[in-house]
Structure formats: structure tokens, C-alpha cells
């Protein structure tokens, strides 16, 4: 982490104390850390333990001594800002854009990843205004870390310690040491759903939102990788400016953009909801509610996948995705094989807080020769990192 800028913000926790450890674990490891602190967190821990770790002036206030602290410069110098820990409050502050203080006005300023580590008592962790607030900021792309289980400082068990200051550095370190991994391969990534037109205003489509391919997308950008995004009907964009986004709407055209982009690929995750099927023919005018029933005709689409499967060189990667309701191993191994993927990515509607119109997902990745690596429930951007972090042990051979 030789020479990475990292600003460190401390909120009013008890966990504060092991902030004093993060610090001096960065600045070892070779960052040049900047302190920010809420005035709660001077309760806790002193700002002199932290300027004497960080060999800096530490920022508690938008104005000391007169002088103004620029938080937009600072929010501009950083190259990650970890908050850690980061209480209930400072959670919603930054989840709702309240910069009262040094903490969230760089926050709100800083255009570098942010990564949290919430530290609470376990009741409130749980609390849906936590919970909420936390799907904000992960909706806004911010990183969490997973809390800790164990004693809280109230003397109750449960959910809600900081991550250890040894895990936020070991998530620094492998934050940085992806970045420009994947510089020089071009990657392509199918998101979205697709929306077969039944006439010039209805359509048959799925519930995809194509987040996860997104963030996807955004996640190989970031480490390097020139990424072509095809990309079904959707709100969502991805949020990095270097991604090559190609948006399309039917299954057609999403095979003809493929198509086109695939052969110079060095490797593909198709991640989008193609429909199976569309309708032969699509009304010119709006259908007319006549009979008591009506028909359509429905014909394939063609397998995206399978037809890059089939034309795949030896040196391409492709990865697949498979959403199952039931005889989930089975099926996505019969999916493996038939589209001829390198790895395949497994979730299952049966589990809660996975698959569509959810932040989160919970995925098994399946290699060939049935090795199985099972995944807790994570934030879709933390997923992301996950699936890379496999495309890298092919790609990168
Ligand atoms: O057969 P099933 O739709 O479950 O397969 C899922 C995998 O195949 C996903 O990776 C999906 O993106 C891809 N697929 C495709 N074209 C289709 C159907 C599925 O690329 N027409």
C-alpha cells in the first residue's frame, strides 16, 4: 500500500480504541493516512494518540483554530476513504447527506470508494432504520464490511462488533492490489432483463434489474479491464465512466451485440435474463381487448451463451449464471456443461435476500470437476468482487 492515500474516519464508538490499531497498521503497511474525527470520537479516543500514529494533523472540526479545513481538497486527495467505525449515526448521516461535521462534509466531497466498518450494539444493528440506511449507502456503492459476532461493549452477544483492524487492512491491501489486474483484457458482461414486444406498447420481460451485472461491470473496470457492458432495459447504469455500455432491448438484439463484441473478448459473464421465448409476430398498433381469451405465438430466442460457447477459443473465458427455484446443484452443473462455461455462478430464489430486485445475493460459484465454493449473503458490490476474484485465477494464468 506504499504511497496509497487513505483517509481514516473515526465516529463515536467504543470500537473507536482499535482505530488507534488500524492507524498504526496502515501507516506500516506504507500508507499516508489522513484522521478525521467526530467530536464523539474524541470522547473515546484521543486526537493526539491518532496525529502521533498518523505523523499528521488530525481534522475533528470543518473549521480549527480559525482556519477553514477544505474538505472538498481532501475529499479529492484520497485514493479510499474507510470509515471505521462507523456508528449508527454517522450511517445515517452519510445514507441521508447530512454533513454536520469534518466526517460526512468529506464524505459527501470525496469522489474516491468509501468502505465502512459499522460498530454498534447488536439491537441496533438490527434495526430497520440501520438496516435501511445501510442498503442506501450500498445502493450508492460504498463498501461494507461485515460486523462481528461476539461480547458488545453493553455486555449482551450478538451481531454488531467493528471488523478487526487486521480484516480492514486485509481488505485494503486486496483493494489495492486488484487495482489494474485485469489492464490489457477486454471483458464483456450481459445485465438486464430483455423485453420481447407483444406490440408497439406491452411486452413479455422479467423482474432483472441488472444490477448485479453492473456491478459486475464496474467491478472489472475498476481493476483495469476494458469492459463492454450489453445491457437490457433498465434504470440502472453503471457507475464507472470507463465502462462501454451497449443498450438494447430484445433478445435479438442482444445476441447481435454480443455477437459483435464476443470474438476479441478474453472472457464473458452473462449475467443478464434473456426471455426464453418471444412473439413471433409483434402488432404494428395496440392489440385490441376483443375475446374472451387470446394467443400468442411464441417462438426461441437464441441462447446467447450456448452460440458463444460454441464458438469459444481455447484461450476465452466464459462464466454463466444460473437462477433456480429447485434441484438447484443439478441444474446449474447440466448449465456448466451444455454452454460449455468455465465456471458458473449459482443463486436460488429460495434464498432470502438473493437473486432479483434485491441489494444482495447469495451465490455458490461451481468450477468443473465439481469443486463448489459456497458464499454468505453479501452486498452485490461485495458479490462482484467475489466472481472477479474467481475470473482472475482463469484469466490471469
Ligand atoms: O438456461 P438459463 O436461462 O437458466 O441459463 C442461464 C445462463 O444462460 C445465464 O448465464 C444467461 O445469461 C444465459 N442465457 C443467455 N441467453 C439466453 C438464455 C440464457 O445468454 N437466451
New binding site residues.
Given amino acids: 500500500m506504499q504511497g496509497k492515500k487513505i483517509i481514516l474516519g473515526i465516529s463515536g464508538s467504543i470500537a473507536a480504541y482499535k482505530a488507534a490499531t488500524l492507524c498504526r497498521l496502515l501507516v506500516k503497511s506504507g500508507a499516508d493516512v489522513q484522521v478525521l474525527m467526530t467530536e464523539n470520537a474524541a470522547s473515546f479516543i484521543s486526537p493526539l494518540t491518532l496525529s502521533t500514529l498518523s505523523k499528521k494533523n488530525v481534522f475533528s472540526s470543518v473549521v480549527s483554530e480559525s482556519a477553514w479545513n477544505n474538505h472538498v481538497e481532501l475529499g479529492l486527495w484520497a485514493d479510499l476513504f474507510i470509515v471505521a467505525p462507523a456508528t449508527a449515526t454517522t450511517i445515517a448521516k452519510m445514507a441521508h447527506g447530512i454533513c454536520d461535521n469534518i466526517l460526512t462534509a468529506v464524505y459527501l466531497s470525496a469522489r474516491c470508494p468509501v468502505c465502512i466498518a459499522p460498530a454498534m450494539d447488536l439491537d441496533m444493528w438490527k434495526h430497520k432504520a440501520t438496516q435501511r440506511n445501510i442498503s442506501l449507502l450500498l445502493e450508492s456503492g460504498v463498501m461494507q464490511l461485515p460486523v462481528g459476532y461476539g461480547e458488545l461493549a453493553s455486555g449482551l452477544y450478538g451481531e454488531g462488533r467493528m471488523a478487526e483492524p487486521e480484516e480492514i487492512v486485509a481488505f485494503a491491501e486486496h483493494f489495492f492490489a486488484s487495482e489494474n489486474q485485469f489492464k490489457g483484457k477486454k471483458i464483456l458482461v450481459?445485465a438486464g432483463p430483455t423485453h420481447e414486444p407483444l406490440d408497439p406498447v406491452r411486452f413479455i420481460g422479467n423482474r432483472s434489474t441488472g444490477k448485479m451485472g453492473i456491478a459486475i461491470a464496474d467491478e472489472l473496470s475498476r481493476r483495469g479491464a476494458e469492459v463492454n457492458l450489453v445491457l437490457g432495459p433498465t434504470d440502472l447504469q453503471p457507475k464507472s465512466k470507463n465502462v462501454r455500455t451497449i443498450k438494447v432491448s430484445t433478445?435479438l438484439e442482444?445476441?447481435d451485440a454480443t455477437k459483435e463484441v464476443f470474438p476479441e473478448c478474453d472472457a464473458a459473464i452473462?449475467?443478464?435474463?434473456?426471455?426464453?421465448y418471444r412473439p413471433l409476430y409483434a402488432a404494428t398498433c395496440k392489440i385490441k381487448k376483443e375475446g374472451e381469451s387470446m394467443e400468442v405465438q411464441l417462438v426461441k430466442?437464441?441462447?446467447?451463451?450456448?452460440a458463444m460457447g460454441k464458438i469459444k477459443k481455447p484461450s476465452q473465458i466464459t462464466v454463466?449464471?444460473?437462477?433456480e427455484t429447485d434441484q438447484e446443484l443439478e441444474?446449474a452443473k447440466t448449465?456448466l456443461e451444455k454452454?460449455n462455461?468455465d465456471f458458473?455462478v449459482l443463486n436460488s430464489l429460495k434464498d432470502e435476500g438473493a437473486g432479483f430486485q434485491s441489494d444482495t445475493n447469495k451465490i455458490s460459484i461451481i468450477h468443473r470437476g465439481n469443486k463448489i465454493e459456497n458464499y454468505q449473503l453479501k452486498s452485490k458490490e461485495n458479490v462482484a468482487v467475489d466472481i472477479a476474484d474467481a475470473l482472475k485465477l482463469y484469466l490471469l494464468k
Fill in positions: 450481459t433478445g442482444m445476441y452473462f449475467s443478464a435474463a434473456v426471455a426464453d430466442n437464441p441462447d446467447i451463451a450456448a454463466g449464471f444460473a437462477l441444474n448449465k454452454k462455461f458458473i
